[in-house]
């Protein structure tokens, strides 16, 4: 049977055909729908979210070594995160199966870096694989769980934005058995205390000599002839750009790309005149075929910033003179367009802390989630965001150095405050910092749209859960000054800030209301603008709501009134507590004349 | 072997369904027999960011995005992501248009910025097929505004050889239940366009 699914539907079919026992992971972009489509399809996997991937890669790792084929999923960031398990899990290798999926971002379409996590696999010496569709994606979680046992190693399957989010057709097949395993006492391959360690270090560098023949043996890495004197060297979805531009060269095809088939390379590359590599980011192919002593082109013609595309692949094969032209657009870029960013929706929350610190004029720490959309225009309300849990370390080392006059504070979200926030806090009550920290709890992690996480009372596979309750927690780490409030009351949010930013020790505060999109939508009364008494000042404009536009109605300046499309206005309130002549009302209240 | 080879970009902003349309189309190309890729970029986009999704349609399917240039069909849901978006048409493409007007807040907050005055007449200068629809008017008609998609994929039906029932089919599998009619209705109000029922 054929079905059209994602890259992530594949891994996740691929997940339930391997007999997968368990499946982790904290959300992420572009990884997020591989447990969401686990959950929502194949309740026979026990899935769920971890606080971050640290946990998550740690549960898996549990998992495997108690028997069960375990499926770790996040974004190339998140590896960081989880570096510390990933690397000595090389080492201690598995019991059943463990596959770890790496979705990166080339492009950074939703992330703050583009990192090419491909160097993860050759820095733990774990063998790597990367699908080039949606198929191959489904294929390769099989292979990997099959490998991971013949080996013993965890398997890194490494995905890209245009692998995960693309869609093609896919074989589908019957669920397989997994092993029957059970979890053996093994201490001296799975206690990593240094006299364990070494003897496993030596099983590490024994296993990739057997799977650098294994790389050269494997049709996973395949050669397509078709005659040329060109060969390209390629894998990922560069693949298929190549193939789209000039079917007519010859492919070496890279599925099983760690350790590379050098074997095979060589061959490849003494049977053609010009040999090309022609890969996304960095040269990890290629700088590695060099190292091997081959003579390959590649990033002189195709850059390592960015995704790639088959208009790149064809510049980059006209620039390297092996095809004569590219064809170009022929109807050319409309200059002189607005942008179109992304921006908080009508009646978010965020809207009001972002503009409370606007108007205080403090140094904002930020942090990852919507909420970072406080930096945009017109708010400006953010001044760092390094990475998710960054805001409170950032805080206290700038307040520590008294970097702001007017204060610092960090601002970051409920689920990021549980992914890495927590242990910030604790520096600041340990060390004494006196920053004041906003946790913009919207009950969801709503960038990544709106899974659960330890604050909202549901589980991924949707059972009820213990609600972890913020404002304790932070007391019991030792906040004396925790206090929740509305965002949606601007100027208590004030208030409330310039109390916490005089005071000599860590405070925080807790805004409440919930993402109005996730779970559920709220639509509240709308508001209106009363044409009459609106000046034109533009001072709602300044609170960046999609909702508010010009209208075609001026002051006697030429300058625009206000008007609300009352469809998607959520009745947050916000633009009428800063509009000075109470021009902003409630449908209801509006007086027709 | 067909001869079929379809590029179609559709666009559009967060939240007016674009994902939907391309979704329908892929399972129409697919059903027929060919195969198909789609691509598309979510996460950031989706807070009032424009949405883009890339659907090929062949014998066989390499690169899941379109070319600069090599699109077949634009199809989008607002007039100023069409004009926009046509760096990515063929010359001797065609595109169906919404006229629907999307402001973003950015446009209205800051002076530098502004939104094309005739963005479709615009269009119209650098190509030659460009057909708009007034999806928005003709979904409040319907009585529901989350009907644009399948009007503007009742248009595009038009243009490609997949017979009715086939879309019809995916459109009843992919409908809530309750939906499905007024669904159909608004595919037919959609096939009802033809190039040559507007002036071009
Ligand atoms: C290490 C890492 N993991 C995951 C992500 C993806 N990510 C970005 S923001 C976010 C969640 C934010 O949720 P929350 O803090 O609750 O803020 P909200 O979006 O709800 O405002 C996630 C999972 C990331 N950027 N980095």
């Known amino acids: 049977m054929k079905e059209l699914l994602s890259g992530n539907e594949a891994v996740a079919r691929g997940a339930f055909e391997s007999d997968v026992k368990l499946a982790s992971a904290y959300p992420g972009t572009p990884s997020t729908e591989i447990l969401e489509t686990i959950a929502a399809k194949f309740p026979s996997i026990y899935a769920q979210w971890s606080p971050n991937e640290k946990v998550a890669y740690e549960v898996g790792v549990g998992a495997s070594i108690g028997g069960g084929r375990a499926l770790v999923t996040m974004k190339h960031v998140g590896l960081n995160v989880a570096a510390d398990p990933y690397m000595t899990h090389a080492y201690t290798g598995v019991n059943a199966g463990f596959v770890i999926v790496s979705a990166d971002d080339p492009e950074m379409h939703s992330s703050q870096n583009e990192q090419d996590n491909r160097f993860f696999a050759k820095f733990a010496k774990i063998p790597m694989l990367e699908p080039s569709d949606s198929n191959e994606s489904k294929e390769m979680v099989l292979t990997g769980f099959e490998l991971s046992e013949v080996f013993d190693t965890p398997v890194l399957l490494r995905m890209t934005t245009r692998i995960s989010h693309s869609k093609g057709i896919v074989e589908i097949s019957e669920q397989t058995t997994g092993p029957d395993r059970k979890f053996v006492k093994e201490p001296s391959k799975y206690v990593m205390v240094p006299s364990n360690a070494r003897g496993r270090h030596v099983i590490v560098e024994e296993r990739i000599e057997k799977l650098k023949k294994f790389s050269d043996e494997t049709p996973l890495n395949f050669i397509e002839n078709n005659g040329s004197k060109v060969g390209i060297i390629t894998g990922g979805v560069s693949y298929q750009y190549a193939k789209e531009v000039t079917p007519e060269f010859d492919y070496l095809k890279i599925g099983f790309s760690y350790p590379l088939p050098m074997k095979k390379i060589e061959e490849f590359i003494n049977s053609h005149d010009i040999v ?318 | 072997m067909s001869d079929i080879n379809y590029s179609i970009l559709i666009v559009g902003v967060g939240g007016q369904g674009v994902l939907l349309a391309s979704e329908i189309l892929s399972e129409v190309a697919m059903n027929f027999g060919l195969d198909v890729k789609k691509s598309e970029v979510h996460g950031m986009s989706q807070r009032g960011g424009i949405v883009s999704s890339h659907i090929k349609i062949a014998d066989k399917v390499y690169s899941p995005t379109i070319r600069y240039g090599q699109a077949d069909f634009l199809i989008s849901f607002e007039q100023a992501e069409g004009l926009r978006a046509m760096d990515w048409m063929k010359k001797d493409g065609a595109a169906i248009v919404s006229t629907t007007k999307l402001i973003p807040a950015i446009v209205t907050s800051k002076k530098e910025y502004n939104y094309p005055l005739n963005a479709i007449e615009t269009m119209k200068t650098k190509a030659e097929k460009i057909i708009a629809v007034k999806a928005d008017t003709l979904a409040a008609e319907l009585g529901n505004p989350r009907l644009v998609n399948t009007i503007l994929m009742g248009v595009l039906s038009n243009f490609m050889v997949f017979p009715l029932e086939l879309w019809l089919d995916v459109i009843r599998n992919r409908v809530k239940s309750k939906f499905v009619d007024i669904n159909i209705e608004a595919f037919n109000k959609g096939r009802e366009i033809k190039l040559s029922s507007v002036e071009v």
């Open chain 1, 276 to 593: 090309i590599v022609v890969e996304e980011l960095e040269p990890f192919y290629e700088d590695q075929i060099k190292a091997a002593g081959f003579k390959v082109k590649g990033k002189e013609y195709f850059g390592n910033i960015g995704e790639l595309s088959p208009y790149r692949v064809a510049e980059g094969f006209k620039n390297a003179g092996v095809i004569d032209e590219v064809k170009l657009a022929g109807i050319g870029v409309e200059k002189d367009m607005f942008p179109r960013p992304p921006v908080l929706c009508p009646g978010c929350p965020h809207r009001g802390a972002f503009m409370a610190l606007k108007k205080l004029g403090v140094a904002v720490t930020g942090d990852i989630g919507c909420y970072t959309l406080g930096v945009m225009e017109p708010l400006n309300a953010m001044d760092t965001c390094i990475c998710m849990g960054a805001s409170i370390g950032n805080a206290i080392g700038m307040e520590k150095v008294k970097g702001s006059d007017k204060g610092t504070v960090a601002v970051i979200g409920d689920s990021t405050f549980f992914h890495s926030g927590v242990t910030g806090l604790m520096d600041a009550v340990y060390n004494q910092s006196n920053v004041t920290v906003m946790v913009l709890d919207n009950s969801a992690t709503a960038m990544t749209g709106g899974q659960q996480h330890p604050s909202t009372g549901k589980t991924l596979m949707g059972n009820d859960a213990r609600k972890i309750d913020i404002p304790n927690l932070c007391k019991a780490l030792g906040v004396k000054r925790v206090k929740e409030i509305d965002a949606y009351d601007y100027d208590e949010v004030i208030t409330c800030l310039k109390e916490e930013l005089t005071a000599e020790e860590p405070s925080v505060l807790i805004t409440t209301r919930p993402c109005v999109l996730m779970p559920k939508r709220i639509m509240d009364e709308p508001y209106t603008v009363d044409l009459e008494l609106c000046t034109a000042c533009s001072a709602c404009f300044k609170i960046s709501c999609p909702a508010i536009s010009a209208s075609e109605e001026t002051n006697k300046h030429g300058r625009p009134k206000a008007i609300i499309d009352e469809s998607v206005c959520t009745g947050c309130t916000l633009c009428a507590q800063v509009c000075p002549p109470e021009a902003i009302v409630l449908k209801s209240q509006k007086v027709e004349v």
